[in-house]
């Protein structure tokens, strides 16, 4: 379900007897994306060091670090708010560190070297990125939201005659700290979709995330929850613009977009429509839990170790959500984790955790409790989509792709039928397109790290199916 921002907590040795290289860099090919991350080493005071980092395809420059210890040969690098980590090994000429990334259960190789100025990484050109003059009004613009008192940045496009008024459509980004265009792997899904819609008479809202872009806000302090009190803004806002039909206003999610369109949906019958894209349809553990397997299994971990794992997963979600602190989460997941390894074969143990000795224990747990305490993932992991999909009685187009490997298709799309027909909804689409993963891209390994490999943003067949769709029942 998350699209995986890449968010980092750090580890790497160094030989003491030598002064590590200043700047590092490394391609991180995971489960999350394909990014070139930057490490920043200097010496401190007292024999200390600090540390910050660049990711250059997020824009993102001195992101510091809360923690940076040198001790022996291991050098310890902490990000505390990102739950991620590194163990790395520095090779003997120095100019290598060999080393697993983990976060949140997933661990993955990610190898440090010298950085190199003026390298230059391929971007794979994505053609369907739309490009200005375009054959449509399109305004940015930031307002501020009457309920919430938040700043909101925004692109509002709509067709070119000033005197109709057009339906509107307010896309509603996945997880993770999104900006208005859904950025990801320089591609830029809601711009494409904006493009398309407004080519075909609707007006188009898009909105930077809270924290993102030109909205303010706290990202990391909110939940689904708040994120629909958003979209409630945007669309008091959008009603009074003269551009708009305030009779004709729908929703468009993407991911967890799609879980919180339902939820605005269900307390405002005014919503005339409804589209749901790679949407959760079933309890998130159950979400989660099929989406770790998948994403394991596309990185070529065993069948057999992904099914003793996954148990061990599931066991942590509900330990943590439960626990009343987050120390009390701490101790508990230790504990089930120290059980877990002392019956479990020790290669399972290694390939899913990177857990070899008792002092992983800390490293693999730390973060993974880090990471699921936040406010965000407590009210995600209790939310049930069921509940709001059982109200809808708007049209409701559901799609997703056969390849997905966060939102799985098949599971996630019966549950938001089920659902739909438990609310005596006679207006919904369910569709699968064959082929396609959770960007609704045509893959080939259909792993996340694939995403910014391919040159289409949104396959074309989609676009279009949204289209007649929106023509026959919008």
Aim: charged share 20%.
């Amino acid at each position: 379900m998350k699209k995986y921002v890449i968010l980092f907590l750090l580890i790497a040795a160094f030989c003491q007897a030598q002064t590590p290289v200043s700047k590092w860099s490394g391609i991180l090919n995971a489960g999350g994306r394909k990014v070139e991350l930057i490490l920043q080493l200097q010496p401190d005071t007292n024999a200390t060091y600090k540390s910050s980092w660049e990711i250059p395809a997020q824009k993102v420059k001195g992101l510091t670090s809360t923690k940076t210890e040198l001790k022996g040969n291991v050098l310890a690098i902490e990000i505390k708010w990102i739950a991620a980590t590194f163990n790395g090994t520095l090779s003997a000429d120095g100019k290598k560190i060999e080393g697993s990334w983990g976060q949140s259960g997933y661990n993955f190789p990610l190898v440090l070297e010298p950085y190199v100025e003026g390298k230059v990484i391929p971007v794979v050109v994505k053609p369907q990125t739309p490009k200005a003059p375009f054959p449509y009004e399109s305004t940015d613009f930031v307002y501020q939201g009457l309920k919430t008192k938040l700043t909101y940045g925004a692109t509002l496009t709509y067709p070119k005659e000033a005197s109709k008024k057009y339906p509107l459509i307010v896309l509603i980004t996945g997880s993770g700290a999104q900006d208005r265009d859904e950025t990801i792997m320089e591609h830029k899904p809601f711009a494409v979709l904006a493009d398309f819609l407004t080519k075909n008479g609707y007006a188009v809202m898009r909105v930077d995330d809270r924290g993102v872009g030109k909205s303010n806000g706290v990202f990391q302090a909110s939940t689904s929850a708040d994120f629909a009190l958003d979209v409630e803004e945007h669309l008091n806002y959008a009603k009074k613009l003269p551009q708009i039909d305030s009779t004709k206003m729908g929703l468009l999610g993407h991911s967890e977009g799609g879980l919180i369109a339902p939820l605005v949906a269900a307390r405002n019958k005014s919503i005339a429509f409804v589209i749901l894209m790679a949407a959760p349809g079933v309890a998130i553990p159950e979400l989660m839990a099929a989406q770790n397997e998948m994403v394991l299994k596309s990185v070529g971990v065993s069948t057999e170790a992904i099914q003793a794992y996954i148990p061990l997963y599931k066991q942590l979600m509900t330990t943590i959500n439960e626990a009343t602190s987050k120390s009390e989460a701490t101790t508990k997941a230790t504990e089930l984790v120290q059980n877990w390894v002392a019956n479990t074969d020790k290669t399972i143990v290694k390939n899913t955790t990177n857990i070899s000795a008792e002092t992983d224990i800390a490293t693999f747990v730390n973060p993974f409790v880090e990471s699921l305490s936040s406010k965000w993932w407590k009210y995600f992991v209790s939310y049930r989509p069921a509940v709001a999909l059982e109200q809808l009685t708007c049209p409701v187009l559901a799609m997703n792709g056969s390849k997905d490997i966060q939102v799985t298709a098949d599971t996630n799309l019966q549950g938001i039928q089920a659902a739909l027909k438990k609310a005596k909804n006679k207006r919904f689409d369910i569709h699968r397109f064959d082929g396609l993963n959770h960007l609704f891209q045509k893959c080939k390994t259909c792993d996340v790290a694939e995403y910014g490999d391919l040159e289409t943003t949104i396959e074309p067949e989609v676009l279009e199916y949204i289209k007649y769709w929106l023509l026959l029942r919008a």
